[in-house]
């Protein structure tokens, strides 16, 4: 028996008539497409299955698929987030804020944030940068022309 490499490069020299019939014999019906190349890459894909199917020595093959039920995905944290267990303290017109780092992300007066912009957006009613606002992150003021 040939491999299925001498059979592909052997295909590439067939007429295309020949390379039709062989898809045919190969395939099992005739092909859909008049591209010489599509015809030799559908030959070639056919052959190399059934030689990964005839073959004993491929472990993919032979090792029968165990299932195992996936774990629930956790949210991972990026580098600079606060540690989980973590209390942000910070005041805000007159008011004192408490901010509990927990593994599904930030809460604020008993409601779960996903992130620490939206906590802050939800205390101000407007767009802040998160770590800005929580002052996990310093302001960087520009500088004014006088």
């Keep these: 028996m040939t491999s299925p490499l001498h059979e592909i490069l052997a295909l590439q ?18 092909p859909t497409t008049r591209s ?6 559908r030959i070639a894909n056919e052959l190399q299955r ?10 993919i093959a032979t090792k029968p ?14 580098p600079g987030e606060p540690r989980v267990g973590t209390i942000i303290v910070r005041k805000w017109r007159g ?15 008993g409601v779960l944030h996903k992130s620490l912009s939206e906590a802050a957006r939800a205390v101000t ?11 996990l992150k310093p302001r960087k003021r520009k500088a004014r022309l006088k």
Excluded: M
Excluded at 125 to 135: A, I, K, N, Q, R
């Design 13 to 30: 020299q067939l007429p295309i008539q020949e390379l039709k019939h062989q898809y045919e014999e190969i395939v099992g019906k005739p």
């Design 36 to 41: 010489r190349k599509a015809i030799v890459t």
């Design 50 to 59: 059934k030689a990964r199917e005839a073959s004993t020595t491929d472990p």
């Design 65 to 78: 698929r165990q299932w195992r039920p996936t774990p629930e995905p956790k949210r991972r944290r990026k």
């Design 95 to 109: 008011v004192e804020l408490k901010l509990h780092v927990v593994d599904g992300g930030y809460e604020l007066d």
């Design 125 to 135: 009613d407007s767009h802040w940068s998160g770590p800005l606002f929580w002052g």
